[in-house]
T-cell receptor
Framework: ETGVTQSPTHLIKTRGQQVTLRCSSQ?????VSWYQQALGQGPQFIFQ???????GRGNFPPRFSGLQFPNYSSELNVNALELDDSALYLC?????????????FGEGSRLTVL | RKEVEQDPGPFNVPEGATVAFNCTYSNSASQSFFWYRQDCRKEPKLLMSVYSSGNEDGRFTAQLNRASQYISLLIRDSKLSDSATYLC???????????FGPGTRLSVLP
């Protein structure tokens, strides 16, 4: 077990709705990254949070937003859901500066948009 | 051109076979390199980091050629339990954006 937990594990939404996904990072890790993985594809980087600030962002529109809390847990929010947002959303914790660079993933939240 | 490209799969090999996966990356400023393994409907997990001098971990050998921007993974004496998708991962900004390839699926057959 990686010690990274995500919730919910599965959810179904309709187009135009909003969703919030949650992630608790591994103890001792100060960085959380979010990835989107469509079926049959590799994970795509959404953004990273380090010490409660966004520390890099991939090619995702502003309707994808996030937060990191003082305990290093994190949320991913997606507004105005589109059918193409259906995917597995993975949270990965790591230790920026002083870590090995390894990403520790949670089991993911599988989002279906109808 | 995609940032990280991998052999299209799937690879179906018998137990005991040797299999090699190839990966190329486009950003010459890439700093660190990894192979991750992802079992069906599970999260990716680090298999091994890839160092410039090449490195080995049991039956697994990883090679990096910075000049050619090429990474490889060799699995010797394949086991049924090696069946998974292998993801090539490249990091440009150390610790920040890890770029994943699309993955190559391996099935080891009895």
């Amino acid at each position: 077990e990686t010690g990274v937990t995500q919730s919910p594990t599965h959810l179904i939404k309709t187009r135009g709705q909003q969703v919030t996904l949650r992630c608790s990072s591994q103890s001792g890790h100060n960085t959380v990254s979010w990835y989107q993985q469509a079926l049959g594809q590799g994970p795509q980087f959404i953004f990273q949070y380090y010490r409660e600030e966004e520390n890099g962002r991939g090619n995702f529109p502003p309707r994808f937003s996030g937060l990191q809390f003082p305990n290093y847990s994190s949320e991913l929010n997606v507004n105005a859901l589109e059918l193409d947002d259906s995917a597995l959303y993975l949270c990965a914790s790591s230790r920026l500066r002083g870590g090995t660079g390894e990403l520790f993933f949670g089991e993911g939240s599988r989002l279906t948009v109808l | 051109r995609k940032e990280v490209e991998q052999d299209p799969g799937p690879f179906n090999v018998p137990e005991g076979a040797t299999v090699a996966f190839n990966c190329t990356y486009s950003n010459s400023a890439s700093q660190s390199f990894f192979w991750y393994r992802q079992d069906c409907r599970k999260e990716p997990k680090l298999l091994m980091s890839v160092y410039s001098s090449g490195n080995e971990d049991g039956r697994f050998t990883a090679q990096l050629n910075r000049a050619s921007q090429y990474i490889s993974l060799l699995i010797r004496d394949s086991k049924l339990s090696d069946s998974a998708t292998y993801l090539c991962v490249v990091n440009v900004n150390y610790g920040q954006n890890f770029v994943f390839g699309p993955g190559t699926r391996l099935s080891v057959l009895p």
